[in-house]
């Protein structure tokens, strides 16, 4: 964890109830439409399983499961290994308000080993973060996107569609205030990316994701060198119908090394 007078230190934050079990509380700070932000209900999964005491390795994946609206206040936080091998270890975990399960996520830990290594994914020709200035979020806009500067060099809200991609965005990213970045502030980065449905077409529509799954590819000292600098995402949309589309995204560090990727699906009502 970093420092805990940050907004999103405060947000993930866990008190220790008993082994594998957890309490904790929405932030005012990370609000959505309806309860809070996606990805920092993710992050707070994953500390839970960072927290335990029996924690081998290091995250590989996360998949988290949105069950219910999450109530403002206090829930309970819940892991345990479900499976420990030489060098990996898989993992349940539960958010909890009143004995209903509001989201649960499964993930991934392992120690890393020399390996044969390449990255087949293209990093995108893209103006440094330094080049670009900070895009101002349209008025009404989600609380939580306060806690990110968010840095479009194309597919904002509002903005013209790609002309390669309808769905696709591109953009510099970090926390706000800056903030070191560790497993948690990118598990949540990878939600940062707003519904492709709405970067499709030029319509707001109730929507929700049901599943979102990272992975992650850098080490956690990989992680600290990049220290509070902004990484690149790169999201794109992949199929919409039936009241579902899935997005997919990458995010990279400024030197070209890919960080996580992630995909997920979204439900929408019309």
């Not at 044969?116 to 806009?141: L, N």
């Not at 109730?206 to 599943?211: C, E, K, L, N, Q």
């Amino acid at each position: 964890m970093n420092s805990p007078s940050h907004v999103f230190d405060q947000a993930v934050s866990l008190r220790l109830v008993s082994t594998g079990v957890f309490s904790g509380q929405t932030s005012p700070a990370y609000q959505n439409m309806v309860g809070p932000f996606g990805g920092v209900t993710g992050a707070t999964l994953l500390n839970a399983v960072l927290s335990h005491d029996e924690l081998l390795g290091e995250p590989i994946s996360l998949t988290v499961h949105f069950a219910a609206p999450i109530a403002e206040g206090e829930f309970e936080a819940r892991a345990r290994p479900i499976r420990t091998n030489r060098s990996s270890q898989h993992w349940f975990a539960e958010l909890v308000q009143g004995e209903e399960v509001v989201a649960f996520a499964t993930a991934v830990t392992a120690r890393g080993r020399d390996t044969w290594s390449t990255t087949d994914a293209s990093f995108p020709e893209v103006p440094p973060a330094e080049e670009v200035k900070q895009t101002p979020m349209r008025q009404g806009a989600p609380v939580w996107t306060r806690c990110y500067d968010m840095r479009f060099i194309e597919g904002a809200l509002g903005g013209q569609p790609s002309e390669n991609h309808p769905s696709e965005s591109l953009l510099w990213m970090r926390d706000e205030p800056p903030r070191p970045l560790d497993y948690l502030s990118l598990a949540a980065l990878c939600d940062v990316f707003f519904p492709r449905i709405y970067i499709r077409r030029p319509k707001l529509v109730p929507i929700g994701t049901v599943a979102l799954t990272t992975y992650f590819h850098a080490d956690a000292e990989q992680l600290r060198e990049l220290d509070t600098a902004h990484v690149l995402g790169h999201a794109r949309g992949l199929h919409f119908g039936n009241g579902f589309f899935d997005q997919s995204a990458e995010v990279w560090s400024a030197d070209g090394r890919l960080l996580a990727t992630s995909h997920q699906v979204v439900y929408f009502k019309e």
